[in-house]
């Protein structure tokens, strides 16, 4: 099975804009995960999809947002980007039925740089 | 609040030697997870183990095993004979089965010196 697959792998940006970036899980898995990776605060979860629907939300403000569409593939967009948005944006994929406390498989991240 | 929290931002082993990483969590449920993630670098994050609180018994993943001590909450991570493939970052997580919101520690890096 080929594994989780995120796209693009860099992206530089400018202050106010806003991005998308994309996900798509391991065939048969439902459930999308999105976490931040930044050397000042670590990593830290955004939120999960599944079946369509977010199902758990971490602290973030309301600038990051996503959705899951039917073949599972997820999206999530930043908008109005700030210089501190830049790090490394982790997908995982898992199943499904018991969200992150399941097996999770990541990818290999979309490198964002907001100038 | 749950924290994860890994005191050793770095260690260094040889090749062929004996390695754990520690990590400690705070919670008052009763019902969580934890997993130990590792971050080659460059390279995709991938799950080393997995722990269920309820189950006493420690996760071993071939050379990779847990010390879980429920009481204390603390949940080390052995590396066994230890190979330059296993130089990298390694995350010790939590999740709650209430929250199913991931808290992640601040990783490991370890290297392995041939």
């Known amino acids: 099975k080929a594994g989780v697959t995120q796209t693009p792998r860099y992206l530089i940006k400018t202050r106010g804009q806003q991005v998308t970036l994309s996900c798509s899980p391991i065939s048969g898995h439902r459930s999308v995960s999105w976490y931040q990776q930044t050397p000042g605060q670590g990593l830290q979860f955004l939120f999960e999809y599944f079946s369509e629907t977010q199902r758990n939300k971490g602290n973030f403000p309301g600038r990051f947002s996503g959705r899951q569409f039917s073949n599972s593939r997820s999206e999530m967009n930043v908008s109005t980007l700030e210089l501190g948005d830049s790090a490394l944006y982790l997908c995982?994929?898992?199943?499904?039925?018991?969200?992150?406390?399941?097996?999770?498989?990541f990818g290999p991240g979309t490198r964002l740089t907001v100038l | 609040a749950q924290t994860v929290t890994q005191s050793q931002p770095e260690m260094s082993v040889q090749e062929a030697e004996t390695v754990t990483l520690s990590c400690t969590y705070d919670?008052?449920?009763?019902?969580?997870?934890l997993f130990w993630y590792k971050q080659p670098p460059s390279r995709q994050m991938i799950l080393v183990i997995r722990q269920e609180a309820y189950k006493q018994q420690n996760a071993t993943e071939n050379r990779f095993s847990v010390n879980f001590q429920k009481a204390a909450k603390s949940f080390s991570l052995k590396i066994s004979d230890s190979q330059l493939g296993d130089t990298a970052m390694y995350f010790c997580a939590f999740v709650t089965g209430g929250s199913y919101i991931p808290t992640f520690g601040r990783g490991t890096s370890l290297i392995v010196h041939p």
């Open positions: 919670t008052s449920e009763n019902n969580y997870y």
């Open positions: 995982a994929s898992g199943l499904g039925t018991g969200g992150s406390t399941d097996t999770q498989y």
